[in-house]
């Protein structure tokens, strides 16, 4: 079980060409921001977790969702507010 963390502001899930693509929030002690790019069937976590603002495509929920990737939502204490999974379908 392995989970992603992303983390402060512009934090955001993505699909680009077939492709998730995670990108970490702005840091403000570096002027780099970090990236991860994966096909969605490839991906190795179990869980994203979000605390910060930025934003997450309809899309890549999906894409999310049919590779069993739940998605946890954080608020600025640590608080859960929202928990994404898909729904098992007959």
Known sequence: MKSLFLHGYGLSIKVQNSRLVFS???DPFSDKKE????PASA???DK???QGKGY???EA?????ESNINVVMLD???KLYSYFHKIERP
């Open 48 to 50: 994203v977790v979000i």
């Open 43 to 45: 991906c190795p976590f």
């Open 56 to 58: 997450v495509s309809t």
């Open 35 to 38: 990236v991860l790019e994966l």
């Open 24 to 26: 970490q929030g702005i």
């Open 61 to 65: 929920l999906e894409r999310l969702a």
């Open 76 to 78: 600025k204490r640590g």
